[in-house]
């Protein structure tokens, strides 16, 4: 056996809304906010078609996809963007987000057990904050990261990469990703990582997940300490 695949896991790169954090629809609530507050959409078509593009890009940065839904235009795209993200943390702060069950316990026993974790999101940083504090998770993981000046959002593999820089982890192969959607199956095989991981809590289905090229599909985030241990 190669040296490279023995490499013990030493980091999991978690994703959070539909993976560690159940929002209960929020995402396509503020995009509809967004929608009404910027007029990107004229017809009740053109709405659905919206909606459909929200649901195939879940996962990816926010203001990405809006550039796209507003056609070139920076600043409808900066308004919807800042509507939707005002719209979710106002839905958050509500109590309208919780853990996904085990997502808590999952991160703590790694820690205990010296893996590092890092979350990961396609929210502003705002909104991101949000999120952790209505969920008390200040202190839950040793890397917290969103897209940044320098850090592309999903599918691109910053987030994964920052991640392992900022934890000093010693190879990707020693890095796992794990998420909802498409894009961040992607984002994780873009950083090379010894595992992407699909789950079936969130965003995109088994078939979506594996289309992407997700080398392993669980349930639930909870099931991650089985398949971690099969990879060690």
């Given at each position: 056996?190669?040296a490279?695949?023995?490499?013990?896991?030493?980091?999991?790169v978690?994703d959070?809304?539909?993976?560690?954090?159940?929002?209960?629809?929020?995402?396509q609530?503020s995009?509809?906010?967004a929608?009404?507050?910027a007029?990107?959409?004229?017809?009740d078509?053109?709405?659905?078609?919206?909606?459909?593009?929200?649901?195939?890009?879940?996962?990816?940065?926010?203001?990405?996809?809006?550039?796209?839904?507003?056609?070139?235009?920076?600043?409808?795209?900066q308004?919807?963007n800042?509507?939707f993200?005002?719209?979710?943390?106002?839905?958050?702060?509500e109590?309208?987000?919780s853990p996904?069950p085990?997502?808590?316990e999952?991160?703590?026993?790694?820690r205990?057990?010296?893996?590092?974790?890092?979350?990961t999101?396609g929210?502003?940083?705002?909104?991101?904050?949000a999120?952790i504090?209505a969920?008390?998770?200040?202190h839950?993981?040793?890397?917290?990261?969103c897209?940044t000046?320098?850090?592309?959002?999903?599918?691109?593999p910053?987030?994964?990469l920052?991640?392992l820089?900022?934890t000093?982890?010693?190879s990707v192969?020693?890095?796992?990703?794990?998420?909802?959607?498409a894009?961040?199956?992607?984002?994780?095989?873009?950083?090379?990582?010894r595992?992407?991981?699909?789950?079936?809590?969130?965003?995109h289905?088994?078939?979506q997940?594996?289309?992407a090229?997700?080398t392993?599909?669980?349930?639930?985030?909870?099931?991650?300490?089985t398949?971690?241990a099969?990879?060690?």
């Amino acid at each position: 056996m190669s040296a490279t695949t023995t490499e013990p896991i030493t980091l999991v790169v978690f994703d959070m809304a539909g993976t560690t954090v159940q929002d209960s629809g929020l995402v396509q609530q503020s995009f509809l906010a967004a929608d009404r507050h910027a007029g990107l959409s004229k017809t009740d078509a053109d709405r659905e078609e919206m909606l459909r593009y929200v649901d195939d890009t879940m996962g990816q940065s926010k203001i990405t996809v809006f550039r796209h839904l507003a056609r070139g235009d920076e600043g409808k795209a900066q308004a919807a963007n800042q509507e939707f993200e005002r719209c979710y943390a106002r839905l958050v702060a509500e109590g309208n987000c919780s853990p996904v069950p085990g997502a808590e316990e999952v991160i703590a026993t790694l820690r205990a057990d010296g893996i590092k974790t890092a979350l990961t999101t396609g929210f502003a940083k705002e909104t991101q904050t949000a999120i952790i504090e209505a969920l008390g998770w200040q202190h839950l993981a040793d890397a917290v990261l969103c897209p940044t000046a320098g850090v592309r959002g999903r599918p691109y593999p910053d987030m994964a990469l920052t991640a392992l820089m900022q934890t000093e982890t010693d190879s990707v192969r020693s890095m796992v990703v794990l998420g909802d959607s498409a894009s961040d199956v992607v984002s994780g095989l873009r950083a090379g990582a010894r595992a992407s991981v699909g789950v079936l809590t969130g965003a995109h289905d088994r078939a979506q997940l594996s289309e992407a090229g997700a080398t392993h599909i669980l349930d639930s985030v909870a099931d991650l300490p089985t398949l971690l241990a099969e990879l060690q």
